[in-house]
């Protein structure tokens, strides 16, 4: 399954992510401090 690295701008969070998990994280924002992200924020 493909994985990412998502890495918030406000916290700062590094976070690996799957591809499921990042469509999440799109929908919902970072999940540690909420903000909204886009697909910029995650790198493979
Ligand atoms: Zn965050």
């Known amino acids: ?3 990412y690295e998502f890495t918030c701008p406000d916290c700062g969070r590094e976070i690996p992510v799957t591809d499921p998990m990042r469509d999440a994280t799109l929908v919902n924002g970072c999940p540690v401090c ?3 992200v ?3 924020h995650f790198a493979t």
């Open 1 to 3: 399954m493909t994985s």
């Open 34 to 36: 909420g903000r909204s």
């Open 38 to 40: 886009t697909a910029d």
